[in-house]
T-cell receptor, first 111, second 116 residues
Framework: RKEVEQDPGPFNVPEGATVAFNCTYS??????FFWYRQDCRKEPKLLMS???SGNEDGRFTAQLNRASQYISLLIRDSKLSDSATYLC????????????FGAGTRLFVKA | GAVVSQHPSRVICKSGTSVKIECRSL??????MFWYRQFPKQSLMLMAT?????????EQGVEKDKFLINHASLTLSTLTVTSAHPEDSSFYIC????????????FGSGTQLSVL
């Protein structure tokens, strides 16, 4: 089993749609969780951290379920500019050096 | 926010030559930096962890003699691809871990290496 697994893509959605991505992690001791966005041939950019209480940033909502060891990202009112690959990122433990990346989920938002 | 500078952004070289890629943390000290490679339509693959003042830690399957990492200061790590071959052509990205509670990663802008 991979340490971090994401929904296989691609997701093709129309503008204005709501889309959700899930990500599961295998290490129950993992401490920090993030969603990154990566555009083609660009570096990943932090989209948002994921907190235990869940957090929202505009059209984006991230949630963490420690019991089930998964995190989610919800995008509301999708825009064309949301088209990208979304990476689930897990830090296994505080102070640890190895950050684990999911394989990424590609999203295509179409007019 | 923290900034990581990586250059060059693009390199085209002949087979057999060596290529050096630099990664700098501009406004913070990074005792640990990471080097990744990414092939088209695939995710980031961690190659090695660069530790300031000590030897890098390489991931399984990554040849340390081929991918030389030097982290001589708290703001600079370099990756040298020695005797490059066409199969080394890839997108290489560095990152540095920020400080504080969230331990976010800050990425360089990446280097597209093409070996002819």
């Amino acid at each position: 089993r991979k340490e971090v697994e994401q929904d296989p893509g691609p997701f093709n959605v129309p503008e204005g749609a709501t889309v959700a991505f899930n990500c599961t992690y295998s290490n129950s001791a993992s401490q920090s969780f993030f969603w990154y966005r990566q555009d083609c041939r660009k570096e990943p950019k932090l989209l948002m951290s994921v907190y235990s209480s869940g957090n929202e940033d505009g059209r984006f909502t991230a949630q963490l379920n420690r019991a089930s060891q998964y995190i989610s990202l919800l995008i509301r009112d999708s825009k064309l500019s949301d088209s990208a690959t979304y990476l689930c990122v897990v830090n296994p433990n505080t102070g640890g050096f190895k950050t684990i990346f999911g394989a990424g989920t590609r999203l295509f938002v179409k007019a | 926010g923290a900034v990581v500078s990586q250059h060059p952004s693009r390199v085209i070289c002949k087979s057999g030559t060596s290529v050096k890629i630099e990664c700098r943390s501009l406004d913070f000290q990074a005792t640990t930096m990471f080097w990744y490679r990414q092939f088209p339509k695939q995710s980031l693959m961690l190659m090695a962890t660069s530790n300031e003042g000590s030897k890098a830690t390489y991931e399984q399957g990554v040849e340390k003699d081929k991918f030389l990492i030097n982290h001589a200061s708290l703001t600079l790590s370099t990756l040298t691809v020695t005797s490059a071959h066409p199969e080394d052509s890839s997108f290489y990205i560095c990152s540095a871990r920020g400080t504080g509670r969230d331990e976010k990663l800050f990425f360089g802008s990446g280097t597209q290496l093409s070996v002819l």
